[in-house]
């Protein structure tokens, strides 16, 4: 049998079809290679998303354990509270709860004019010649977060800043600093300046704090991818 014979048209034909098929063959390659890639980005993407979501529900787990755990603690020390003797003493309404003394001692808002009043009305009522100046900063004043910016205070209570000028005798001038002192209030005096004359004029600065309150309620937090 005679060999087949290829002229040159059959040979071009032949090649021309080899190279379609092969670029046939890397496009569908490089089709699959793309959508592997995109499938594998996608998949590591919810990976990573179903640890953070999956990190996020133990630490949410983890503070409910805690809660209960500190709850015991809490409503033990509440009941101490509620039957200690010295609060009951300092109670402005015989009807009240013990608990409302703490809650006068270290209120939870800037209580700027309630403190104002309680100092000129209350506390120094009586003890002084004169009440020549009291002034609380206001929580609008941006010197009350200077202020708070530059005193370091424990836990989370926050300085309400005040200045006060009274007269009267040296012992007039001490009733009131014990007063002051013996507020249930905390009342840090940061500065006292005293002139001499009669009466005596005693330049006071300080602060008293407040207690921000705490949100205790449940709240949604969105995991973004």
Do not use: C
């Not at 402005?92 to 009305?121: C, I, K």
């Amino acid at each position: 049998m005679e060999p087949r014979k290829v002229n040159n048209l059959s040979k071009r034909q032949l090649i021309t079809a080899s190279s379609k098929t092969v670029f046939l063959w890397v496009t569908g390659a490089s089709i699959v290679a793309a959508f592997s890639f995109v499938a594998v980005f996608f998949l590591f993407r919810q990976m990573v998303f179903t640890e953070k979501v999956l990190a996020a529900k133990g630490t949410t787990e983890s503070n409910l354990k805690s809660n209960i755990q500190t709850a015991g603690t809490l409503k033990a020390n509440v009941n101490q509270l509620l039957a200690n003797p010295d609060l009951n003493a300092v109670k402005t309404n015989a009807d009240s709860s013990n608990l409302q003394v703490v809650f006068d001692a270290l209120p939870t808002t800037y209580d700027s004019a309630n403190f104002g009043a309680s100092l000129q009305n209350v506390l120094l009522s009586g003890t002084v010649t004169s009440i020549e100046n009291l002034s609380v900063v206001s929580p609008d004043d941006q010197g009350a977060s200077d202020s708070a910016s530059s005193t370091v205070t424990s836990g989370n209570a926050q300085p309400m800043p005040f200045t006060l000028t009274i007269t009267g005798s040296a012992d007039q001038i001490h009733a009131a600093l014990q007063k002051m002192e013996q507020s249930i209030r905390p009342i840090h005096v940061s500065a006292l300046s005293i002139d001499g004359g009669s009466p005596l004029t005693a330049r006071i600065s300080g602060e008293t704090y407040y207690d921000p309150a705490v949100n205790l309620g449940l709240t949604n937090k969105v995991i973004k991818p």
